[in-house]
């Protein structure tokens, strides 16, 4: 997995940083053609989101295989502080029209 979300050719910090949200990693797990591009991105996520991924993934495939996502994700945990909490809600309520 780490391959291939590290891609690129460039240096991991010249590359682009993206937040990857629980659907995020479902989808590239999934291989959905449309997340191609983050694939070639630096990703950070928290550990509720990798949480979340692996119950959801239990629920479609063996335990063992989502595991292994979980793991693979795992790499690219971050702390998140409780002011980085607080501005993130704070974005989530500001732009809820963007919320699916």
Same mark, same amino acid.
């Given at each position: ?32 053609? =449309? /997340? ?12 509720? #989101?990798?949480? +979340?991924?692996?119950?959801? $993934? ?9 595991? =292994? /996502? ?12 409780? #002011?980085?909490? +607080?501005?993130?809600?704070? $974005? ?9």
């Amino acid at each position: 997995m780490n391959e291939t979300i590290a891609a690129e050719n460039k240096p991991v910090e010249e590359r682009e940083t993206y937040f990857f949200d629980t659907y995020a990693m479902i989808e590239v797990i999934r291989g959905n053609p =449309k /997340y191609n591009f983050y694939t070639k991105s630096s990703i950070i996520t928290a550990i509720f #989101n990798l949480a +979340e991924l692996n119950y959801n $993934l239990k629920k479609e495939m063996s335990k063992e295989k989502a595991d =292994k /996502y979980t793991e693979d994700y795992f790499d690219f945990l971050v702390d998140i502080s409780l #002011n980085d909490l +607080e501005e993130a809600m704070d $974005l989530k309520i500001k732009h809820k029209d963007l919320i699916m």
